[in-house]
């Protein structure tokens, strides 16, 4: 909040500081609320075992201050469950409700609790209440936009308590008890008004103050704006702006109380803090940034944060708990902000500042990223072009802003695929945020995120007609729908991927899907169909004289007739395999090559071939200098000598792995999967 405020004559005045952690009144709803959670349920009173947690509901409209509210019953009783309080929102400021999976996911992920990629909303619903079976916790539903969304999050124990906040009744969820909010009572309601004013002003015309809460019917939110707008005014008596609500226009005679005072505020801003106001129905989940805001207005970043403090202390913006400077618009000002901004600007300036704020945040993200790549003169260079403001000082705070602005950064991509007129900038931003989630997060931690984000690319490509982007966007989802267990899914992802890249012409993503489908079979099981995927792949790559992968794929292959028991075509491609590698120079995937023949004559009953296989194998793990990959070996070693006979020199070929690992335990490789993950890749190309 900025330290100076401007009265009408111009002449800058101290403003008032406001206490935001102070509550007032609701002693009468606090008190009912408390009851309400000792009074026996319909289920009860019947004789039988309530199936789920009670649910108290705090009704009232936006601005009534059902939040706070809710937030102070929730501390008040927050002793009676040992295990915490889980919070979740439930729609955004505009209005638009937040999906049952992605609250879900957000409550298991407060547990602690994974909540793989793309998981079905009922699975996650079904992980969220088998959590809370055991746990004695309270939830916060925040702004429920109807009652199907609090019933899927609903635990199945009576040792839980939710608590719903929504602007009407919850209707369809059995035993809920209402509190319905009005106003506050008058003595609330002035002290709400001091804390902006301060005493003096209140204290020498107790009736114009009254008069103003008259006008306000106790509603917070209006009783907010009229502070902030009398903190800005010291000169001006409370009477004034009493006056000025009862002698409103007729036309704002049937509006609330709030859209009034709202609009008295609103009409005396500068014209340039009015429209950045207006503009700001446009920021993303209803937050913003100085740099959402100078995109919007066309401003400096600087002018864009004085501009947003002063409408903070005027009560029109939330300055969000945050590191970074970072502001909330007020879920019940948003309609009044989004009718002022399709009555007063024209809609192509209100695409105009969309576009203005989707490229703002391409070249953020383009900077996020670029810090992590400083090894790269390209990246430097590309960095150091950038304008100072774009500029991040170091990785750690480029990973901050990441972290903060996540939810808006999401939600701007998934309004400007809705918007469906900046689909080129959706797709360059979609880009960017994979690739700076990728670079800060990490594609296992991030991949909740990035699943959402390739199906936004779909939508796009599907919608625009664009093959290749349709075929990247698959590949990545068929990718994420395999690690987390739903092979079958990846393999639909992957077959329609394989028709798109083959629609687009592109060498790239065929190949790549052939490989992908060749192995989601042999997750499958089906080792026939995953060594045929695997061979068409592999003309692919030597049709294109691609030698490397090539290679890799003759290893794949050795691999599924490993797990067929087809040993004598194994070996065979396991051999073409390592003549691959050793022609290409990789001297690390040559030893991986040797130790995978070597256990495939294991396999075969052929120990003596397998002993010397193996000892070349060591040798080129000890040029490759790969230190487990030569422990494990001299394991393999140790076993194939225990099975001929000679005990002595399996221990001392344990001994040595024993050394080279120190403390840190060998891993398994006495399973032919080893042999898989040796050689699969998964990760799509920067291209994608």
Known sequence: ????????????????????????????????????????????????????????????????????????????????????????????????????????????????????AGAAEEDLTAALRAALADRRTLLLL?????????????????????????????????????????????????????????????????????????????????????????????????????????????????????????RLVYDQLPGPAARM?????????????????????????????TTLDDLVALGLLRAVDSPLPQYEVPGCLHPLLRALAESQERPAELQLARARMLERTVRLLQSCRAITETDSPQAREKLNGMPPALRFPNPRAAADWLRIRRPALLASARLAVADGELDTLARRLMSQLVRALAAHVGTQAAAPDLYGVHNLVLDVAERRGLPREKAAALLNLGDLDAQTGRTRDALVRYRAALDAGREANDPYA??????????????????????????????????????????????????????????????????????????????????????????????????????????????????????????????????????????????LHRAAAERMLGEEPPEDDSEPEQAANACEIRTASSED
Not at 153 to 182: H, K, N, Y
Not at 249 to 260: F, I, Q, V
Not at 534 to 552: I, N, V
Not at 587 to 599: F, G, K, M, Q
């Open 1 to 116: 909040m900025t330290d100076q405020a401007v009265d009408p004559d111009g002449a800058e005045q101290a403003a008032h500081p406001v206490s935001e952690d102070r509550f007032l009144g609701r002693t009468r709803e606090l008190k009912e609320l408390r009851a309400d959670i000792e009074r026996a349920g319909l289920d009860t009173l019947s004789g039988r075992k309530a199936p789920r947690a009670r649910v108290l509901l705090i009704a009232g409209r936006p601005g009534s201050g059902r939040t706070r509210l809710a937030e102070e019953f929730v501390r008040q009783v927050a002793d009676r469950y040992p295990d915490g309080v889980l919070r979740a929102r439930l729609s955004e400021p505009a209005g638009t409700p937040v999906p049952v999976e992605q609250a879900a996911r957000d409550l298991l992920g407060a547990l602690g609790l994974p909540a793989p």
């Open 510 to 651: 065929t190949g790549r899907a052939m490989e992908s489908v060749g192995g989601a079979y042999q997750e499958l099981g089906d080792h026939d169909r995953a060594a045929d995927w695997f061979g068409r792949a592999l003309a692919e790559r030597l049709a294109r004289g691609e030698r490397p992968e090539a290679a890799r794929l003759y290893g794949r292959i050795g691999t599924a007739h490993t797990y067929a028991g087809r040993y004598g075509e194994a070996l065979r491609n396991w051999r073409a395999a390592l003549a691959g590698y050793r022609r290409s120079g990789d001297v690390a995937a040559s030893a991986r090559a040797l130790s995978e023949i070597a256990r495939v004559q294991e396999y075969a009953g052929r120990p003596e071939e397998s002993l010397r296989t193996c000892q070349e194998a060591v040798e080129w793990a000890r040029r490759a200098e790969d230190a487990r990959l030569q422990a494990a070996l001299q394991l393999r070693l140790a076993d194939t000598l225990d099975r001929l006979g000679d005990p002595a020199a399996a221990r």
């Open 277 to 305: 106001l207006r503009l700001l129905c446009l920021a993303p989940a209803g937050l913003a940034d100085p740099h959402t805001a100078s995109a919007l207005a066309g401003c400096s970043v600087d002018a864009a944060r």
């Open 142 to 262: 925040d702004d429920a936009a109807g009652a199907d969304q609090v019933d899927a999050l609903l635990p199945e124990t009576p040792d839980c308590l939710v608590v719903a906040v929504s602007q009407g009744p919850l209707t369809g969820i059995s035993d809920v008890r209402p509190c319905t909010l009005g106003g506050l009572d008058t003595k609330s309601a002035l002290q709400l008004l001091t804390g902006h004013t301060g005493s003096v002003r209140i204290t020498v015309d107790p009736r114009s103050a009254e008069s103003l809460v008259e006008a306000c019917q106790g509603h917070p939110a209006a009783l907010v704006l009229a502070g902030g707008w009398l903190a800005a005014r010291p000169k001006v008596a409370v009477s004034d702006l009493a006056k000025r609500l009862h002698a409103g226009p007729e036309e704002s005679a049937d509006a609330g109380p709030l859209s009034r005072v709202f």
